[in-house]
Nanobody
Framework: QVQLVESGGGFVQAGGSLRLSCAASGRTSTRYDMAWFRQAPGKEREFVFSISRTSVATSYAISVKGRFTISRDDAKNTMYLQMNSLKPEDSATYYC???????????????????WGQGTQVTVSS
């Protein structure tokens, strides 16, 4: 089992920045593919960014291109999402996820991830 805990959410004005963290505990001897998803009220959960277990491959949603970056520090069992130039439409609950993405699967598919955090709220005011 792996437990994931997100932190770093908050309230920020449009154009501002936040850095989200996702700390993993438990069975961390296995290196997982990891991702960030988000869900706004009344909307479906959507993919934001992912990073492979080797840190070689990343993928992202077009909506965050050039504004968000992902990284991971396996020594600290922590993944990060740096969010710059935030927009009101980025407001959502952000979830981190971990799993072993099948070689035929998609990093953007939430079904590929086994473990999920409880979420951290991000609110961007206009």
């Amino acid at each position: 089992q792996v437990q994931l805990v997100e932190s770093g959410g908050g309230f920020v004005q449009a154009g501002g920045s936040l850095r989200l963290s996702c700390a993993a505990s438990g069975r961390t001897s296995t290196r997982y593919d990891m991702a960030w998803f988000r869900q706004a009220p009344g909307k479906e959960r959507e993919f934001v960014f992912s990073i492979s277990r080797t840190s070689v491959a990343t993928s992202y949603a077009i909506s965050v291109k050039g504004r968000f970056t992902i990284s991971r520090d396996d020594a600290k069992n922590t993944m990060y999402l740096q969010m710059n130039s935030l927009k009101p439409e980025d407001s959502a609950t952000y979830y981190c996820a971990a799993g072993l993405v099948n070689y035929t699967g998609l990093y953007s598919d939430s079904r590929e991830y086994t473990y999920w955090g409880q979420g951290t709220q991000v609110t961007v005011s206009s």
